[in-house]
């Protein structure tokens, strides 16, 4: 099975309600108390649905800090099979080739991208990427289902997303298998 998911935001303080110091934080962070309460259900949430042999596609910001924590966060994740489609927060995956240990990052992944991911499945074309599609884009392309992150499912209801075969697999909303991604598409 395919699933989709996108900003694990993996140690990422900021993002972490008991951790944060942004001013906005009631709109804009995760219920948790802590970091690794956050990761831990982050972890558990992907390995209570993606099997170890399934594929997950990850659209980008992967996780925070120093490279090390990318190689933390995806040792817990039981998935063999992830997809890495590199988000603007994804420098340590992008520019870090080994760790001290001699681990490389991106072999962590069995594909890492800067750029979309495309790929067909049950006669759909999905577009997989981190940002969502420009308002340019020609949406005028039957069974093509554009899959973004980057905005944390805080998109879900505009026109973009409620007209056209847009959605947004921000892990605020879940981890979506490709099937589930589908009936959401036909039922809007």
């Given at each position: 099975?395919?699933?989709?998911?996108?900003?694990?935001?993996?140690?990422?303080?900021?993002?972490?309600?008991?951790?944060?110091?942004?001013?906005?934080?009631?709109?804009n962070c995760r219920k948790y108390d802590t970091v690794q309460e956050m990761n831990n259900a982050i972890v558990n949430s992907i390995n209570g649905r993606v099997g170890i042999n399934d594929t997950l596609i990850h659209c980008g910001d992967f996780a925070f800090g120093n490279p090390f924590n990318v190689y933390r966060l995806r040792?817990?994740?039981?998935?063999?099979?992830?997809?890495?489609?590199?988000?603007?927060?994804?420098?340590?995956?992008?520019?870090?080739?080994?760790?001290?240990?001699?681990?490389?990052?991106?072999?962590?992944?069995?594909?890492?991208?800067?750029?979309?991911?495309?790929?067909?499945?049950?006669?759909?074309?999905?577009?997989?990427?981190?940002?969502?599609?420009?308002?340019?884009?020609?949406?005028?392309?039957?069974?093509?289902?554009?899959?973004?992150?980057?905005?944390?499912?805080?998109?879900?209801?505009?026109?973009?997303?409620?007209?056209?075969?847009?959605?947004?697999?921000?892990?605020?909303?879940?981890?979506?298998?490709?099937?589930?991604?589908?009936?959401?598409?036909?039922?809007?």
């Open positions: 099975m395919i699933y989709l998911t996108s900003d694990l935001h993996g140690y990422h303080s900021n993002i972490c309600y008991g951790t944060s110091v942004w001013p906005d934080k009631e709109r040792r817990q994740i039981n998935c063999a099979n992830i997809i890495q489609i590199n988000g603007n927060h994804d420098n340590g995956i992008r520019k870090t080739s080994l760790l001290k240990n001699g681990i490389n990052l991106q072999s962590l992944f069995i594909k890492t991208t800067e750029t979309e991911f495309i790929f067909e499945y049950h006669g759909y074309k999905f577009i997989c990427s981190h940002y969502p599609p420009q308002s340019s884009t020609n949406f005028d392309k039957p069974n093509t289902i554009w899959v973004h992150g980057h905005t944390h499912n805080k998109l879900d209801h505009d026109e973009m997303h409620t007209k056209y075969n847009v959605i947004d697999v921000g892990w605020d909303g879940g981890v979506y298998s490709i099937d589930e991604i589908i009936n959401i598409i036909k039922n809007r």
